[in-house]
């Protein structure tokens, strides 16, 4: 059974950094891409950073220069820095995962999400 365990999450004030966390129950080296999302209330779930196997880097125009989204893959685990945060920034964060799976001999996407982690930057 696939998971995908966040953590690092909290409570800072305007202008701090968090590390958010996210273990792999498999290699990640297994995934096409992996990465993370986030949700504030009343929002939709959108895109904060990823990164893919051939090592293309992606962030949300909102982070960049902010955030970075790093792996280790021996630990099975991928981060996220969060420096000069912003009340704009408070939402849930998702660890997000993708392979490709088979059947009937064609491959069709799967997706693994986190449970997810809360940040709230206050004012």
């Known amino acids: 059974q696939l998971e995908l365990v966040e953590s690092g999450g909290g409570s800072v004030q305007a202008g701090g950094s968090l590390r958010l966390s996210c273990v792999s129950s498999?290699?990640?080296?297994?995934?096409?891409?992996m990465g993370w999302y986030r949700q504030a209330p009343g929002k939709q779930r959108e895109l904060v950073a990823t990164?893919?196997?051939?090592?293309?880097?992606n962030y949300a125009d909102p982070v960049k220069g902010r955030f970075t989204i790093s792996r280790d893959n021996a630990k099975n685990t991928v981060y996220l820095q969060m420096n000069t945060l912003g009340p704009e920034d408070t939402a849930v964060y998702y660890c997000?995962?993708?392979?490709?799976?088979?059947?009937?001999?064609?491959?069709?996407?799967?997706?693994?999400w986190g449970q997810g982690t809360q940040v709230t930057v206050s004012s």
């Open positions: 990164f893919t196997y051939t090592g293309d880097f």
């Open positions: 498999i290699s990640i080296l297994s995934f096409n891409t």
């Open positions: 997000f995962a993708s392979d490709r799976g088979l059947y009937a001999g064609s491959f069709y996407p799967r997706d693994y």
